[in-house]
């Protein structure tokens, strides 16, 4: 029998959260529609422990980055920019219980991770890169980064920008940057994600550090 470490363990539970967070999210806007109806006033308590969740979630992954890297690379740099900036915008909407519907519809953002750790089981299993179901997977990567991480940017952008004079400028102010920051984020993991899973002859990242050259047919 394998025994696994505590922070083997801690891991996957991270990693579950992430994946459970998800499902949280289409249940909460299932059973509370006006959520995304009035996404400054309205809120409820499922969707109140949804964001606590994904917050506490974004919290240990970033002190897991920072416990086990000794020297951080310039991606896990931006994973914590992205986690600093999430966690405090969330700690916002907690403390005023208000634009909870915005917040819930933000973390639709998650649900391309489902396909990402998809992405990386294959490869922990080591599936065959040249496979017609490891080719779906990296599609459906790349189909649910564009929708879920893109579009919902966008429409966080236009619905801030039409409900500006509903917002204090505080803190559409700092509404305004976040969504600055969370794009050039996203525009950095697109250009990765097409270096690393679509280009002719590309280095495929595996979890266990090593790499494998995928080459075009």
Known sequence: MVHKSNDQKFRELKNVTEQ???VLVIINVYQSPELLHDMINVSTKFSYIVICISKGYFMYDAIDILY???KLSSQSKEVLLHHGLIIFIFSITLSLNRYVGYTIGALSIEFNTVFLHLRFLTLFCN????SIFFRIILLLNLLTFIIFRFMTLGWMTRWII?????IPFHWFTVGSIGLIIMGIINLFLFKRLLQTDFSKNSTISVPNGTESTKKSN
Do not use: C, E, G, H
């Open 20 to 22: 459970a967070t998800s």
């Open 162 to 166: 039409l409900n500006r004079n509903l």
């Open 68 to 70: 086990s890297n000794k």
């Open 127 to 130: 599936v065959d890169r040249n």
